[in-house]
């Protein structure tokens, strides 16, 4: 008989694309997990993992099943969420996904709030890049992610929070003046000094100043910190988020421009499934992060609204 067991096996070597990997996420031996898998495979009268030279490979009927088998799984979480947090707002465990570009600039401000005012809340955090993120919450592996809006091709429900304004970093020294309004001409000739690949921000950054010349922008850093630091000392220039402002500029030899309008800039949201039954503790996260970072009353109370139809909606 089919079990949920083997499904959460054949998901996760579906997702790790081993053996060993995949039992170390379940917390058995490869042998069991193995055995597992040919038991499924017996059970549904198919080849399911292609095996042999070392390289474990999905069949076309296998990774078929592993992709039911995720929403399947994803949907018996939402289930158990249903019941564990049913008229009880923000406690137990919330599985948070959040971009490197953010979270150490609203965790800060966000984490003693929700401490206080949730104290039952149980946070498991993932920074990571979006594409993960999304692959995360699309396996039921993550409750709710805050990141740049929009996601290409989502199938998850999102709400818009706030917008982050970018300026453009440069050395002190630069000819530009502080007073200048820069636009994308400004940046002609200059040396981007850029994310790595995978972030959104770099892609942001690239679509705005039109690069398609990309040369000079393969390599990246993997923080905005290292990227500040390149700008410090003459090494280019970047486009750098208004809310990483206060953390990442204390150098004295970095100067910030602000652009003319309309400024480059991006959304920042919440994105959950929408078969989760805590769309109610998503909105009250959302509303305790605007109050944190002090964002505008007319986002606070449009969010405030969509928070008080949910939780009436969840009873």
Not at 60 to 84: F, K, N, P
Not at 107 to 135: G, I, M, N, Y
Not at 159 to 184: C, G, Y
Not at 223 to 229: E, F, K, R, Y
Request: proline share 5%; aromatic share 4%.
């Amino acid at each position: 008989m089919l079990t949920l067991r083997q499904l959460r096996y054949l998901d996760a070597l579906a997702r790790h694309g081993n053996f060993v990997r995949a039992a170390e996420e379940c917390a058995i031996s490869q042998p069991a997990l193995s055995m597992q898998i040919r038991d499924l495979e017996q059970e549904l009268g198919a080849e399911l993992v292609a095996r042999g030279h070392g390289v474990t490979a999905l069949t076309e009927a296998g990774a078929e099943v592993a992709r039911r088998a995720g929403s399947i799984l994803s949907a018996t979480r939402d289930l158990a969420d249903c019941v564990r947090h049913h008229g009880k707002l923000l406690s137990g465990t919330l599985r948070l996904g959040v971009i490197p570009t953010l979270a150490p600039y609203v965790l800060p401000s966000l984490l003693p709030v929700l401490q206080r005012a949730h104290p039952d809340l149980c946070l498991d955090l993932l920074e990571t890049q979006t594409k993960t993120l999304v692959s995360e919450l699309a396996h039921g592996t993550l409750d709710l992610l805050l990141l740049a809006l929009p996601l290409e091709k989502s199938e998850f429900e999102t709400i818009v929070l706030f917008t982050d304004r970018f300026l453009l970093a440069v050395p002190a020294n630069d000819p530009l003046p502080e007073r200048a309004r820069v636009t994308a001409r400004d940046l002609d000739g200059r040396r981007l000094v850029l994310l790595e690949e995978g972030h959104c921000l770099r892609e942001q950054a690239l679509i705005y100043c039109e690069k398609r010349d990309t040369t000079h922008t393969k390599l990246g850093a993997t923080s905005l910190a290292t990227v500040l630091q390149m700008v410090a000392n003459g090494y280019g220039a970047t486009l750098l988020p208004e809310v990483a402002i206060d953390v990442e500029v204390r150098d004295e030899r970095v100067k910030l421009l602000r652009f003319a309008e309309p400024q480059p800039q991006r959304q920042i949201g919440l994105a959950w499934r929408p078969t989760s039954p805590r769309k109610a503790d998503f909105l009250e996260l959302g509303e305790i992060l605007l109050r944190a970072l002090k964002c505008e009353q007319s986002h606070q109370t449009a969010l405030r609204a969509a928070a008080i139809l949910a939780h009436a909606a969840n009873g």
